[in-house]
């Protein structure tokens, strides 16, 4: 059971705009900054968003992150067959003194 | 370019131990803080360790706690992880990560491709 809770699957179709949330608490969410990573399949994760809502460099501005309160959201619009992957949300965790993930949500584009 | 190269995994009977590394290369090593993240097969990402610059600053997962050392050696640019009793859940590839500028809590802004580490007898 993860400490950050995402649902299992999302899915869209392309052009479509999607949405993944991201559940925490006080202690992690709450109070620290929200990371998400992209993870393809047989591939190294790779870091998407940090701090909430900025991106790297060289991620697209499709991508876009929100946090409120104990919840933070992903949101992909204009999706291509490319942002097929697993994606997951992050946070550190006062409480835990460690990193806590969400358990992952799958990406299918139809 | 930034790169993190893992090696050191294989198979382990239970109780074994095993020692993973990590070779950095593209960036000053030692400015970082560095961490190791593990994903069983078909399961999600977990936070295993991270080590901030000195013995005392030092993180674990409680599933690792007291059996695995995270350990690195600036010299060398390389960042180790030594795994004692190892048990059949600790079967997982294993990433070494870089963190981003907010160190201990930040982001695993960069990760290495992965070493497989098996425990069975």
């Known amino acids: 059971q993860s400490v950050l809770t995402q649902p299992p699957s999302a899915s869209g179709t392309p052009g479509q705009r999607v949405t993944i949330s991201c559940s925490g608490s006080s202690s992690n969410i709450g109070s620290n900054y929200v990371y998400w990573y992209q993870q393809v399949p047989g591939t190294a994760p790779k870091l998407l968003i940090y701090r909430n809502n900025e991106r790297p460099s060289g991620v697209p501005d499709r991508f876009s992150g929100s946090k409120s309160g104990t919840s933070a959201s992903l949101a992909i619009s204009g999706l291509r067959s490319e942002d097929e992957a697993d994606y997951y949300c992050?946070?550190?965790?006062?409480?835990?003194?460690?990193?806590?993930f969400g358990g992952g949500t799958k990406l299918t584009v139809l | 370019e930034v790169q993190l190269l893992e090696s050191g995994g294989g198979l382990v009977q239970p109780g074994g131990s095993l020692r993973l590394s990590c070779a950095a290369s593209g960036f000053t090593f030692s400015s970082y803080v560095m961490s190791w993240v593990r994903q069983a097969p078909g399961k999600g990402l977990e936070w295993v360790s991270t080590?901030?610059?000195?013995?005392?600053?030092?993180y674990y997962a409680d599933s690792v706690k007291g059996r695995f050392t995270i350990s690195r050696d600036n010299s060398k640019n390389t960042l180790y992880l030594q795994m004692n009793s190892l048990r059949a859940e600790d079967t997982a590839v294993y990433y070494c990560?870089?963190?981003?500028?907010?160190?201990?809590?930040?982001?695993?802004?960069?990760w290495g491709q992965g070493t497989m580490v098996t425990v069975s007898s």
């Open positions: 992050a946070a550190w965790d006062d409480s835990l003194s460690g990193h806590v």
């Open positions: 990560a870089k963190m981003g500028i907010l160190g201990v809590t930040g982001a695993f802004d960069i």
């Open positions: 080590f901030s610059g000195s013995a005392d600053s030092t």
